[in-house]
């Protein structure tokens, strides 16, 4: 039950708020928390210039939950430039261990308040709470930890390049921030996308805004408060909801942004790619849509398959950019497999994201919801078989969509190919005396995010990791990713890693200075 109290003006009163802003009370969960709802501009909540709202619906009940600031070209051009004094003023007096220990104490602050995010999260996003508080908001702070301990390791080489005797020379490089970073994040994680980026950005030295996904910004405004806490300086770090047609174009088309780190679809990778090249050309990374082929052997433990088949698919109500898209059985185990897949789709409670016995919530927001049901459409009317689900949760509120199986799926069908990002399992059969025809069929797709193997022969295994065309790979297991592991897709799931010590590299800059004497 969530009770949402309108037009709270917080300042730093009982609540503990040391910034003031306007927003509201979720009452869930057992909480009461304090909800920013303006934009975060400068350190400051500030309305949005023209006063334009976006409307933020609970997807478990459709009700609306707040109202929040939907920033225009104006306010993303304040957000810039408050960025860009940041970071020619006050973030270059912050030394690389300050900067650390900044992210850290960031990184506290969101454990200690790990419950109200998650809250906020799954009431937002229609996450599984228990999910939200492990993966959506455990690995967000796990991403400020791991990216806290590089500030002070950035560092660049000596080169022993050829001197013009008899003179000797000195040649050195540097790694430096790239100035103002622009973040447009999509509404699946929406906190661990921010995090996920931003943390390697401000790593890095950088100062940075945000543009979350229109559907569920809350986590980010509520974010956004924590870093004051934390003590960033002003500017360092912005947060500007809006729509992706205004203000997220007005990110990637901004003079003064020199870098953007995208995660969303394809098609709108493409267009910011276009926007970033002809503004200033400023760098860009790309984290698109996928397909993932999922190739399960009959060599393999059947049981930890079906667990792992079953997450590579529902994990996240499916909303999860590396789900497998598709499935290939080796025709030996196929009728078990979706036997035991459906087995256990009975027994999986669908229901409120915040009842902790809940393994299934709603999708994020209608229009999605409205894509899952015509996908299934498509899928029955191309000659797929439709197992189970395909259709709304009957007779609930919210945007409870049923987790759903096709068998048959033959490789032209229009499910076969296209991402659907909710929770809809596409099988396909293939023989097993022909692993080069299934590597083809996997492989046979203009995305490449990721993938997965299940098999006990570490050859067959091997051999896969190597052939397929995926920038993730995972073998006997689905969904293992760490912050520490580099993230991202080949072909046209885009370019530039999140994670690890590669994401630093999508927001550094190399100077080399050489000197004779
Ligand atoms: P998109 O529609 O591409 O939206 C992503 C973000 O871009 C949103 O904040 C959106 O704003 C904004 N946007 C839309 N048009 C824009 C424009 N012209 N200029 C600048 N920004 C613009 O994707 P989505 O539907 O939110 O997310 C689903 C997609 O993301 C799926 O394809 C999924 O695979 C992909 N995804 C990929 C990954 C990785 S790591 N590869 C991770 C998660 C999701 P609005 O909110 O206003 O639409």
Redesign the pocket.
């Known amino acids: 039950f969530v009770e949402i109290v309108k037009n709270l003006r917080q300042g730093s009163s009982a609540s503990g708020v040391e910034v003031p802003f306007e927003g509201f009370i979720m009452r869930a969960n057992k909480r009461e928390i304090p909800v920013p709802t303006q934009l975060f501009i400068n350190g400051e909540f500030v309305n949005a210039e023209r006063n334009d709202t976006l409307d933020i619906i609970n997807p478990t009940d459709e009700a609306l939950i707040c109202k929040v600031a939907c920033a225009s070209r104006n306010d993303v051009d304040k957000a810039v430039q408050a960025a860009h004094n940041a970071f020619y003023g006050s973030w270059k007096q912050v030394s690389a261990r300050q900067r650390g220990q900044l992210m850290m104490k960031l990184a506290d602050l969101m454990e200690q308040y790990k419950e109200d995010l998650a809250t906020i999260e799954s009431v937002d996003s229609g996450a599984v709470y228990t999910l939200a508080l492990k993966t959506h908001i455990g690995m967000s702070i796990d991403a400020w930890r791991y990216f806290a301990g590089w500030c002070d390791k950035i560092q660049g080489s000596t080169i022993p390049v050829n001197p013009a005797r008899p003179n000797n020379v000195l040649t050195f490089t540097k790694r430096e921030p790239i100035g103002v970073t622009g973040l ?5 994680y929406p906190l661990m ?1 921010l995090s996920w980026k931003m943390a390697a950005c401000i790593a890095a030295g950088n100062t940075c805004l945000i ?5 569920c910004p809350l986590t980010a405004l509520k974010f956004a408060e924590l870093t004051v806490k934390a003590g960033f300086p002003p500017g360092v770090i912005n947060v500007v909801p809006g ?3 205004g203000a ?2 007005a ?2 088309d901004h003079p003064l942004i020199r870098k953007l780190g995208f ?4 098609p ?1 990778g493409k ?2 790619m276009k926007s970033c090249a002809d503004s200033n050309l400023k760098k860009c990374s790309l ?4 397909k993932s082929p999922l190739v399960i052997f009959a060599d393999c433990d059947l049981d930890k398959a079906v667990k792992h088949g079953m997450s590579s698919v529902f994990f996240n109500k499916g909303e999860n ?1 590396i789900a497998a898209g598709r499935l290939f059985v080796e025709d030996r185990i196929h009728d078990e497999f979706v036997r035991r897949v459906v087995k256990d789709i009975r027994t999986m409670t669908i229901g409120d994201p915040l009842n902790r016995s809940t393994a299934h919530g709603p999708q994020n927001h209608k229009a999605h919801f409205d894509k899952l049901i015509e996908f299934c459409r498509r899928g029955v009317k191309e000659g797929a078989t439709l197992v189970y689900g395909g259709k709304a949760v009957p007779n609930t509120k919210g945007y409870f969509f049923e987790p759903t199986v096709f068998t048959n799926v033959e490789d032209e069908m229009f499910i076969a190919k296209e ?1 659907s ?1 909710g929770p809809i399992m596409i099988i396909s059969k293939f023989n097993g005396s022909d692993v080069d025809s299934v590597m083809k069929r996997a492989n046979r797709s203009e995305y490449g ?1 990721a993938s997965g193997v299940f098999t006990k022969d570490i050859s067959k295994a091997l051999s896969f990791a190597e052939r397929i065309e995926a920038g993730t790979v995972f073998v006997n297991v689905y969904n293992k990713t760490d912050v520490a592991a580099p ?3 080949f072909k046209q ?2 370019f530039g890693k ?1 994670l690890g010590q590669e994401a630093l590299n999508e927001y550094l800059k190399t100077k080399c200075v050489t000197i004779e004497f």
């Open positions: 447009v994040t999509p509404w699946n996308m543009k979350p996904a229109q559907t729509q992706g047609s997220g174009q990110v990637a995660t969303g679809s394809t709108i267009v910011i984290e698109l849509g996928g950019c991402e990002f995010l993230f991202g897709g799931s885009g999140d």
